[in-house]
């Protein structure tokens, strides 16, 4: 079982979770691709949940909100509340930014699926040679993760165990958006 805990609470200066891109909220694109993964498990952590499901409609028996009213003391009490609420047979967990460009769905299975062949502890992808979001991690590095205080993320515990990443290579950009804007540009051709 591999769960994601998708952090919708947002921090000042960051882009907001509401912030259309093509007529959908931000949040709206990040849950979509999740659910249409092979996630077992999506837990969205916001810190209003009246707010997010007057702007979000979805439904679906994988997906559980969570409140965070501690948000305000950082970006860690978020991900420790998604990671408390796991299903306790999760083997892994993936963390996904409500506020962010969303990734595609073929690279959240893409990290499941290395996920479950490797032993690594860490998998991640890679694009242009750089480690990016998002990051899946093995069982064994949750209650590590759950030491992480204020605005620490996830990336603290990815930058001390580099040696445990197994990276999947992703040749393209990694947004949703970029995905999108190629098959647009593709049928502006045929035309």
Known sequence: MISAVVVATGQSGDQNIFSPLENKPLLQWVLESALASNLDEIICVTRDL???????????????????????????????????????????????????????????????????????????????????????????????????????????VLERHEAEIALVEWKEQISVLAAREKARQRRKEWI
Do not use: H, Y
């Open 50 to 156: 009246r707010a997010v499901r007057r702007e979000i409609k979805l439904a679906d028996r994988r997906l559980c909100w969570l409140v965070n009213s501690a948000a305000d003391r950082g970006q860690s009490t978020s991900l420790i509340a998604g990671l408390w609420a796991s299903d306790p047979q999760s083997q892994g967990i993936m963390f996904l930014a409500g506020n962010r460009m969303p990734v595609r769905k073929d690279l959240i299975d893409s990290l499941i699926e290395r996920f479950e062949e490797s032993q690594a502890s860490i998998v991640t992808a890679s694009f242009a040679g750089a480690s990016r979001s998002p990051v899946l991690f093995r069982r064994d590095l949750f209650p590590e993760l759950l030491k992480l205080t204020g605005d620490q993320d996830e990336t603290t």
